[in-house]
């Protein structure tokens, strides 16, 4: 090759590494699905036909159990039970988690952690109901870009999850 083509393969290459290195950041970023928010499905621990699980246990002392509609948590002892899988978020920014389903007995925990389940973002109790519920819980994700949602229960708690989904608010301040 001559000194000329030598010259152009390098700047060819120089520009492709500094526009990778300026978009990379961006390959971080949730992309579209904050249109309708992050749909978490009902699986745990394993997919199906094709569909990766969204949820995993985290105990072993935790009686999961899985219908069409509803995933079914009992606490055999106080603790971690489920969690979700890495979900991709903005940073400092508000979401709300949107909750259908039902705490059948003893009290349950949903808590907002980062990814690494390392650092605490919000948390809320979920006393039993006697029926189907919503929950809203909105909280602000501070610096981290990627977040966890996280079930605790106690002894002999019983937790029906129906649906779950993540929604960005648009704002950054003021959360709530």
């Not at 060819?12 to 961006?26: D, N, Q, Y």
């Given at each position: 090759?001559?000194?000329?083509?030598d010259?152009?393969?390098?700047?060819?290459?120089?520009?492709?590494?500094?526009?990778?290195?300026?978009?990379?950041?961006?390959?971080?970023?949730?992309?579209?699905?904050?249109?309708?928010?992050?749909?978490?499905?009902?699986?745990?621990?394993?997919?199906?036909?094709?569909?990766?699980?969204?949820?995993?246990?985290?105990?072993?002392?935790?009686k999961?159990?899985?219908?069409?509609?509803?995933?079914?948590?009992?606490?055999?002892?106080?603790?971690?039970?489920?969690?979700?899988?890495?979900?991709?978020?903005?940073?400092?920014?508000?979401?709300?988690?949107?909750?259908?389903?039902?705490?059948?007995?003893?009290?349950?925990?949903?808590?907002?952690?980062?990814?690494?389940?390392?650092?605490?973002?919000?948390?809320?109790?979920?006393?039993?109901?006697?029926?189907?519920?919503?929950?809203?819980?909105?909280?602000?994700?501070?610096?981290?870009?990627?977040?966890?949602?996280?079930?605790?229960?106690?002894?002999?708690?019983?937790?029906?999850?129906?649906?779950?989904?993540?929604?960005?608010?648009?704002q950054?301040?003021?959360?709530?």
């Open positions: 090759m001559s000194r000329k083509t010259s152009l393969v390098i700047l060819a290459l120089a520009i492709a590494f500094l526009g990778g290195v300026a978009w990379f950041p961006r390959s971080l970023e949730p992309g579209r699905s904050e249109v309708d928010g992050t749909r978490l499905n009902l699986l745990i621990d394993q997919g199906a036909s094709g569909v990766a699980n969204d949820w995993f246990a985290a105990s072993p002392h935790v999961l159990s899985r219908t069409a509609e509803t995933l079914t948590i009992q606490g055999t002892e106080d603790g971690l039970q489920i969690m979700s899988r890495g979900l991709a978020v903005y940073g400092d920014e508000c979401y709300a988690l949107e909750i259908r389903g039902r705490a059948a007995a003893g009290t349950s925990r949903l808590a907002i952690t980062d990814e690494d389940q390392r650092q605490l973002l919000q948390q809320w109790t979920l006393g039993a109901t006697s029926r189907d519920a919503e929950w809203r819980l909105v909280f602000q994700t501070g610096s981290y870009r990627r977040i966890a949602v996280v079930l605790f229960g106690e002894f002999e708690s019983d937790f029906r999850l129906q649906a779950a989904r993540l929604v960005r608010l648009h950054t301040t003021a959360c709530g």
